[in-house]
């Protein structure tokens, strides 16, 4: 049985809601990002405007920058695992089966879904274009891979398939890592620090990748999870708050722009490292909301895997249907936009509600007595 956190927040449906409303602008941000992929032609002869996407003007930094919420993803992974999970894995109340097992049921479902949906999707595609779309490394090893969540471990190169789950791949060599070192450690303030110094050195060294630079997104916001949970115990939760707002609005931007530091090619690296920590200490307290607001946050947080794993799928369907109907994806269009984001929304929430949770209630219930 894994122990309880402190924090009202969770308790109250399980949920750090303020972590969940970010958790949705993130996934938000990787569909205006990954837009682009309905303007693909293989041979590059069409140029994407930026400019002209639509809503650009209001949602531009989502446009250029929307990548970046992979790695706001991971510092709130590692904030939630370190809060949920930390205390009971360092004391051995939960066992490695019973871990793997919740992570097993909350990611592998719709995965399995989403490859075999994108594997038929493709094969229609390649037969009337004698190319894939977007991802183009789509063979036998390739798939093998992703069954087993390995696309990104260094066996094939290139995305493939169902592309995003890249993440997910890293991710899950860090889930390892952070219950291997919890369980010989504990919840050790050097260990844990450590490893965030030692990603900053490899990156400044280049030798960073992907999967280093997972590790210091999550056990970034591992240790500000631990130092939220620390300051709970000594009655500074306020006040802690006040300051990480300070430092997180004033005194970063001053000290970049003092020091030029915006002129590094690390720049996007530390800032993130340094305001996503802080952004998830300020917004994982308990504040007063109304019911019906908190409703709306959780299914919000809930569906954010989903439409993570199923954007790219139901574009790769948008582009089969226009291909029948010998038309041109209107890639400019807002309608065609508005319908676009309206249906990967709604989709996503239909399969958390209908997929997701049964298939994960199912997994738990069979196989964690």
Sequence with gaps: MTSQPTNTALR???????????????????????????AFVPDGSFTLISSKQPFYAAFGLFYDHGIYGVQIFWCISGYIFFWKYGAAIAQRTLSFKRFFILRFSRLYPLHILTLLLVLVLQSLYFRDHDYFFVYQHNGLIQFISQIFLASSWGFTQGDSFNGPIWTISVEVLVYLVFFVLLRQFGQMWIVNVGIVLFCIVATLMSVSNSIIECLAFFYVGGVSALATLALHKTNGERHWRVAAMVVLVFLVPSIAVGLNL?????????????????LLSCMSGDYPLHPRIRNILEAAGNMTYSSYLIHFPIQLAIALLY???????????????????????VVSYVIYRYFEKPAQAFIRERWIR
Excluded: N
């Design 12 to 38: 109250k449906g399980d949920k750090l809601l303020g972590l969940e409303l970010i958790r949705f602008v993130c996934a938000c941000a990787v569909l205006f990002w990954h837009y682009k992929h309905f």
């Design 262 to 278: 915006y002129q590094s090619r690390y720049f996007t690296f530390f800032v993130l490292l340094i305001y996503t920590g802080a």
């Design 323 to 345: 291909h029948c109907a010998r038309k041109e994806i209107p890639v400019y269009s807002g309608l065609f936009f508005i319908l676009y984001m309206m249906t990967t929304l």
